[in-house]
């Protein structure tokens, strides 16, 4: 179960002081790939770097790198069992993400990691990452409504609750492309801190970060990849202001290129699961802000090629805004194969939502084209799929642990 709070992460690290830096990332979307384009960014500069975000792809280790190279599976075990061995004698009761963040934050320790960069899991506030006190910046990338029954009813609450990671002394980037409620809650706590910030976006781009926007007009990419990178390096060139004074920052740019970041806009190939010779679009699109920006993207890039309409294969958690998620990506005369993905290793309490309630959802759409429904196995809602496209664009969408059941069956599949 989810249970916010810094007094038993605390217990957990209490013997073991942090060795290390970190940037601080929060938000509801774009904050993994900050963390992706920051441990980069880091890496290429000689700075020793670890990076931690949730949840986990394919493996409960694979959260964690170390030089842009997943953790080992050997030192993650050791490390966990010594901070679960530490759980049990103190008698803390950690939930599986503090354990998890205390493993994360002790491999850290061990790997001699100069600089953390830490992914928000959730909130921010009472989130168990925010025990950090080394901090060389914080950075808020694009909130939304999610989550609402832990951080709030309101955007302007859920805001609040993200601005909790920021602290005095410590200077902030915020993206200054969200909606004007959140840029008025982040900047009435950024002046109750008294703390340094700078709002940055990619309109803005020429005039903040002049080698980035000379970047962008040679790369082909999407509003939100934009924003992502100008929070990212503007983040960057405040902590290496810190570590490394003498570094030239504009001249790692061109690593941005070498950021790959799975299940967002990922172009992959289904075979040997099934005989489609396309590639799929795979997105972990679950939330209606993250939805609506894979929604322009099928728009702008696929729907022209395919008059026939997109084929998708959909889950959803349970609790999710079903409507505000499936309405801004799915539309008439598509075809929908709603799915659900299987047990997440190390959140017992995530469902899936059940296919058959998740297609009568689907069916509410005006004008649809086939819907069908599969319980359990993932494998015949994508072979239907990909009969039913013909060929035609087909896109996996509407949750991480469903991007993360792909990717494995294909790792299996492959081995």
Known sequence: MIELGLSRVSSLLQQSSLTW?????????????????????????????????????I?????????????????????????????????IGASEFELLTATAFEIFNHE?????????????????????????????????????????????????????????????VVDNTNEAAVLRALSSRIQE????????????AEEQLPPLAQLFRKMDLEPHQKENMCSAVTALRLALSKIRPEADVYSLLPHLADVKWPGRL?????QPLIPRKEQVLIDGAHNPQSADVLGRYVDRKLRPESPGGVTWVIAASSGKDLAGVF???????DSVATAEFGPVDGM????????????????????????????????????????????????????????????????????
């Open 112 to 172: 001699r990691v100069e600089v953390g960069v830490v992914e928000v899991g959730m909130g921010g506030r009472l989130d168990a990452t925010n025990i950090l006190s080394d901090v060389l910046v914080s950075v808020i990338a694009k909130i939304g409504m999610d989550h609402q029954a832990f951080l709030g009813s309101t955007i302007e609450e859920i805001a609040r609750e993200k601005a909790g990671i920021l602290k005095p002394g410590v200077p902030c």
């Open 59 to 91: 493996d409960r280790w694979d959260c964690i790198t170390i030089g842009e190279r997943v953790v080992q599976e050997s030192l993650f075990r050791q490390i966990e069992d010594q901070v679960k061995l530490r759980d049990r004698k103190l008698g």
């Open 21 to 57: 830096k970190a940037v601080h990332i929060a938000g509801t979307n774009g904050k993994g790939s900050i963390s992706a384009y920051l441990s980069q960014l880091l890496s290429a500069e000689g700075v020793r770097c670890g990076r931690f975000t949730s949840p986990h792809l």
């Open 266 to 270: 990922e172009h992959i190939s289904l």
């Open 193 to 204: 801190l008294g703390i340094d910030a700078i709002f940055v976006s990619p309109d803005k």
């Open 327 to 333: 309405r801004s990506i799915i539309r008439p005369g």
């Open 348 to 415: 017992p309490w995530v469902k899936p939502t059940n296919a058959t309630e998740l297609a009568s959802a689907i069916q509410s759409i005006p004008e649809i084209g086939q819907v069908k429904s599969f319980e359990g196995d993932l494998l015949p809602a994508l072979r239907w799929a990909s009969e039913v496209s013909e060929g035609r664009p087909l896109v996996i969408a509407g949750s991480l642990y469903l991007v993360s059941d792909v990717h494995r069956l294909l790792r299996d599949a492959l081995q």
